[in-house]
C-alpha cells in the first residue's frame, strides 16, 4: 500500500511539473496581437501572415503583409517592439 501512495504522489509531482514547464514559454519566441495591430496601425499593413522567427534570440520576427496603400504584398522584418527593420515586395 505504501508503495502505491509513493509511486501516485511521484507520478502526480512529474505531471504538474511538466504541466508548470509548459505553462511558461520563451518570451523570445512569442509575439502577440499587440504587435500585429502595431504592424497594421503604425506601418500601414492591412493583413499580416505568415509570421517566423527569424532571430529569436535578437527578438527579430519575419513575416508577410499586405500595404494599404497600394495593396501589394511585401517581406517585413520588424523587431519585437513592432518597428520595420526591411521591407520588400514579394
Known sequence: ????TFAAVITTA???????AMAQPDPNWAFSK????VLKNK???????KIEAQD?????WKAE???KV????????FDSTG?????KKD
Open 65 to 67: 503583409g499586405i500595404k
Open 83 to 87: 518597428k520595420v527593420i526591411s521591407e
Open 56 to 60: 529569436p534570440a535578437a527578438g527579430i
Open 1 to 4: 500500500m505504501l508503495k502505491k
Open 14 to 20: 512529474a505531471l504538474l511539473g511538466a504541466g508548470a
Open 43 to 49: 506601418n500601414g499593413y492591412t493583413v499580416i501572415k
Open 34 to 37: 499587440e504587435l500585429v495591430e
Open 70 to 77: 497600394d495593396g501589394l504584398e511585401y517581406e517585413i522584418v
